[in-house]
């Protein structure tokens, strides 16, 4: 049996003793097993969930998962903390130093007229403490390890802040989808220069843009294009019959335009 109290209510600081008692000797086997490495998607999955709860509005659900969020956080400190590297501290420390740098309108002397001044300054101060002298420096910086609509329109915002705009989005989607009716046909392989993988990029990436430019989140969109085809694909299996796999071409596109109908 571990030296630890039980209480009826718990704090900040009793996080942070139950995980270092999960991870020492007589702890949790699996929790003293643990690397960075093995808990990486763990991070991910629990951040997903909070951001699922704020989706639904549940806040009930929000509170607990940012507890896991939070987890996640306190574990890989107190990783490093046995390895005699950064402690929470130090991650608490650093944010607090962040926050202050960059709010010199609240910490400092700095006067800004609205929010807009505040994320110019923001990204001034940023590339400054990031030592990233050049526009492509902050669009290196963009983490490829973000979902890849996501990573496109970063790094647009990016570009774009630096004068880099398309003066035709439309226009160059139209060509990117083009290119990429032409790689389909060539017969070429796949991953081949201008094959389908690089053309099929690039209508992404130009899709980003076009969302960008209308103020649309690309993330959002396509997940509600993936609820619509979702509810749609319900309804044409059900006129299906449950039978699709033996329907021709003609009946499958008949039964979808009849599910698109009746949802109209």
Known sequence: MVDFQCKERYDYADLLQIMKVLRAPGGCPWDG?????????????????????????????????????????????????????????????????????????????????????????????????????????????????????????????????????WPDVQGKLAEEVEELREAARSGIPTDAPHGVREEVGDVLFMAVQAAREHGVDPEDALHRACDKFAVRFRRAEELAGGTMKEMSAEELVACWQKAKEQES
């Open 33 to 165: 097993e643990q690397t960075h490495e093995s808990i990486r998607r763990d991070f991910l999955e629990e951040t997903c969930e909070a951001v699922e709860a704020i989706d639904r509005a549940d806040m009930t659900g929000l509170c607990e998962e940012l507890g896991d969020v939070l987890l996640q956080v306190v574990f890989h400190a107190q990783i490093e903390t046995e390895k005699g590297g950064f402690t929470m501290d130090d991650v608490v420390n650093g944010i607090c130093q962040k926050l202050v740098y960059r709010h010199p309108h609240v910490f400092g002397q700095t006067q800004v007229s609205g929010s807009d001044e505040v994320l110019v300054n923001w990204d001034v101060l940023k590339r400054k403490e990031k030592g990233q002298a050049t526009a492509a420096d902050a669009v290196d910086a963009v983490a490829r390890t973000l979902p890849g609509l996501w990573r496109a329109e970063k790094i647009q915002s990016k570009a774009g802040k630096a004068g880099f705009v």
